[in-house]
Nanobody
Framework: QVQLVESGGGLVQPGGSLRLSCAASGFTDITYVMSWYRQAPGKERELVAFIVSPGDITHYADSVRGRFTISRDNTKNTVYLQMNSLESEDTAIYYC?????????WGQGTQVTVSS
């Protein structure tokens, strides 16, 4: 059974940083896409960034490009989202997702609140 567990969320002041982690288990596929999405109150869930395995090709939403960095550690089966220069508009629940032709699974989400 595929399982994704996010962690690292919390309360941070504007301009601050957080690093989210997504620990994956239950699959051994080599080719897949790991993504971070977010959903703010009253808004639709939106793609933040993704990373492709193999090759580590990455993509970012325009709103976070230059501030957020997605990466992965294969030895730990973990994907990270380093978030710098956080803004109040980044406040949301952040979700991790894995998908390929066979997989399509979501984590439970982690809350990120940017406020002074």
């Amino acid at each position: 059974q595929v399982q994704l567990v996010e962690s690292g969320g919390g309360l941070v002041q504007p301009g601050g940083s957080l690093r989210l982690s997504c620990a994956a288990s239950g699959f051994t596929d080599i080719t897949y896409v790991m993504s971070w999405y977010r959903q703010a109150p009253g808004k639709e869930r939106e793609l933040v960034a993704f990373i492709v395995s193999p090759g580590d090709i990455t993509h970012y939403a325009d709103s976070v490009r230059g501030r957020f960095t997605i990466s992965r550690d294969n030895t730990k089966n973990t994907v990270y989202l380093q978030m710098n220069s956080l803004e109040s508009e980044d406040t949301a629940i952040y979700y991790c997702k894995v998908n390929n032709k066979r997989l399509n699974a979501w984590g439970q989400g982690t809350q990120v609140t940017v406020s002074s």
